[in-house]
């Protein structure tokens, strides 16, 4: 199995003054096409910033990020952002839903910022609510919407281009535990049947252990392998 993503000795230390902040030191690791993998590490111990790295977020003070062979660094800014529109998908802890927009039109928006036709993305966009559980939900705008169900139309959007690799940040942090559980089963679910690679960032130990494969951070540092699933 070929690997979709290269962390190659990423280190970040932000500067501030004469202050410098050490982030991350020397982190290497691959993940597998199609691979699920969990970042597990508690707050400050730079999961986040990998992650905004891995995706083009935010840049290495040194190393380098190799994504489907290429590095993300040889990337001019309008290609980075074509790779992150249409080959990866990013979820967060806060949906991030656009207020005054209805469920489809949220989903829809990743489409239509690539050029998709209005009508081609709204299709798209309600076969992936579908996919969600959100059929009877296409029209409501975020308010009128649970947190789990908000939660399921930031999955929707975040795979609805069917992106080769899909990254979450503490995507069930502001669920309760119980409706936590069956978003992340349902975005495992969705992205083992469009053979999504999975990268989820997160402090919670058994929804981290859900995954194939398990990577700690601590202190900027990343710990030996901690967990691979039978």
Same mark, same amino acid.
């Given at each position: 199995?070929?690997?979709?993503?290269?962390?190659?000795?990423?280190?970040?230390?932000?500067?501030?003054?004469?202050?410098? #902040?050490?982030?991350? =030191?020397?982190?290497?690791?691959?993940?597998? #096409?199609?691979?699920?993998?969990?970042?597990?590490?508690?707050?400050?111990s730079g999961k986040s910033t990998l992650l905004h790295i891995m995706g083009g977020l935010d840049t290495p003070s040194d190393g380098r990020v190799l994504?489907?062979?290429?590095?993300?660094?040889?990337? &001019?800014?309008?290609?980075?952002?074509?790779?992150? $529109?249409?080959?990866?998908?990013?979820?967060?802890?806060?949906h991030h839903l656009l207020g005054e927009f209805s469920a489809l039109e949220n989903v829809a928006m990743p489409l239509l910022i690539g050029g998709s =036709?209005?009508?081609?993305? $709204?299709?798209?966009? &309600?076969?992936?609510?579908?996919?969600?559980?959100?059929?009877?939900?296409?029209?409501?705008?975020?308010?009128?919407?649970?947190?789990?169900?908000?939660?399921?139309?930031?999955?929707?959007?975040?795979?609805?281009?069917?992106? &080769?690799?899909?990254?979450?940040?503490?995507? #069930?942090? $502001?669920?309760?535990? &119980?409706?936590?559980?069956?978003?992340?089963?349902?975005?495992?679910?969705?992205?083992?049947?469009?053979?999504?690679?999975?990268?989820v960032v997160t402090h919670d130990r058994e929804l981290a252990n859900k995954m194939d494969r398990v990577l700690t951070l601590k202190d900027g540092h990343?710990?030996?392998?901690?967990?691979?699933? =039978?």
């Amino acid at each position: 199995m070929e690997d979709l993503l290269v962390c190659q000795d990423i280190s970040k230390t932000y500067h501030d003054g004469e202050n410098d #902040t050490a982030v991350l =030191s020397h982190v290497s690791f691959s993940v597998a #096409t199609g691979e699920h993998i969990a970042i597990l590490g508690s707050s400050g111990s730079g999961k986040s910033t990998l992650l905004h790295i891995m995706g083009g977020l935010d840049t290495p003070s040194d190393g380098r990020v190799l994504f489907d062979g290429s590095p993300l660094d040889s990337l &001019k800014p309008k290609a980075l952002n074509q790779v992150r $529109n249409q080959q990866m998908g990013f979820i967060y802890q806060f949906h991030h839903l656009l207020g005054e927009f209805s469920a489809l039109e949220n989903v829809a928006m990743p489409l239509l910022i690539g050029g998709s =036709s209005h009508t081609n993305a $709204n299709a798209e966009a &309600k076969k992936m609510l579908e996919l969600v559980g959100l059929a009877h939900r296409l029209q409501h705008k975020p308010a009128a919407l649970s947190g789990g169900e908000r939660q399921r139309v930031a999955i929707a959007r975040a795979l609805v281009n069917q992106p &080769k690799l899909v990254m979450a940040d503490e995507p #069930t942090g $502001n669920l309760d535990h &119980k409706t936590g559980l069956s978003v992340y089963a349902l975005l495992k679910d969705i992205s083992r049947t469009l053979n999504t690679t999975f990268i989820v960032v997160t402090h919670d130990r058994e929804l981290a252990n859900k995954m194939d494969r398990v990577l700690t951070l601590k202190d900027g540092h990343l710990q030996p392998l901690d967990k691979v699933a =039978s």
